[in-house]
């Protein structure tokens, strides 16, 4: 079993700037990839991010490429995602995952991001 719990979220004005943080625990962390993903409200929860366990391998979704680094550090079992550049469709529910890369076995509760005009 694994736990996620993320943080980091909050209220910023466009153009701003927030980092999430997601600590996992439960069993060795630094073999899975993990991920980020997002739900606004009324849409579908959508892919934002992952990163592989060694760091090598990183995707992004379109939108947000450029503007959100992912990282992670395996010693402290956790996975970052720092969000410059900041746009009102940003706001939304994000969320941390653990998994293969293509499913993902674990989820944390969400955190909110809402970005104001």
């Known amino acids: 079993q694994v736990q996620l719990v993320e943080s980091g979220g909050g209220l910023v004005q466009a153009g701003g700037s927030l980092r999430l943080s997601c600590a996992a625990s439960?069993?060795?962390?630094?073999?899975?990839?993990m991920g980020w993903f997002r739900q606004a409200p009324g849409k579908e929860r959508e892919f934002v991010a992952r990163?592989?366990?060694?760091?090598?391998?990183?995707v992004y979704a379109d939108s947000v490429k450029g503007r959100f680094i992912i990282s992670r550090d395996n010693a402290k079992n956790t996975v970052s995602l720092q969000m410059n550049s900041l746009k009102p469709e940003d706001t939304a529910v994000y969320y941390c995952a653990e998994g293969t890369g293509s499913f993902w076995s674990y989820w944390g509760q969400g955190t909110q991001v809402t970005v104001s005009s």
């Open positions: 439960g069993r060795t962390f630094s073999s899975r990839s």
């Open positions: 990163i592989t366990w060694s760091g090598e391998n990183i």
